[in-house]
């Protein structure tokens, strides 16, 4: 599968963005899905992930009840609603999948994904 991340920008503070994840390739439902994020200067860090129905969802502590993923099987696109922006939420965010073990798993080890998007800037101004 292919992934092409979207919708990145620039925002202020206490602002909102929509992030979408475009697949092409395989079926779209048979991959668990996530969002992460990079900094400058730091790892990696997981954000939100969803499973293949899309039934079940996970979030990091620092972005729960901010941000909400969800994802569109038909359209074979997952999206990341983000809500409440602060500028620590600055980041390059991208989106990833995985061949999920089951329909309603959902993974947030970045060793646990298999595809990778090419990420989309976010930045949140003060």
């Known amino acids: 599968v292919q992934l092409q991340a979207s919708g990145g920008g620039l925002v202020q503070a206490g602002g909102s963005l929509r992030l979408s994840c475009a697949a092409s390739?395989?079926?779209?439902?048979?991959?668990?899905m996530g969002w992460f994020r990079q900094a400058p200067g730091k790892e990696r860090e997981f954000v939100a992930a969803?499973?293949?129905?899309?039934?079940?969802?996970y979030y990091a502590a620092s972005v729960k009840g901010r941000f909400t993923i969800s994802r569109d099987n038909v359209k074979k696109t997952v999206y990341l609603q983000m809500n409440s922006l602060k500028p620590e939420d600055t980041a390059v965010y991208y989106c990833?999948?995985?061949?999920?073990?089951?329909?309603?798993?959902?993974?947030?080890?970045?060793?646990?994904?298999?595809?990778w998007g090419q990420g989309t800037q976010v930045t949140v101004s003060s």
């Open positions: 969803i499973s293949r129905s899309g039934a079940s969802t």
């Open positions: 990833a999948g995985t061949l999920g073990s089951s329909t309603n798993s959902y993974y947030i080890a970045r060793d646990e994904y298999d595809y």
């Open positions: 390739g395989r079926t779209f439902s048979i991959y668990a």
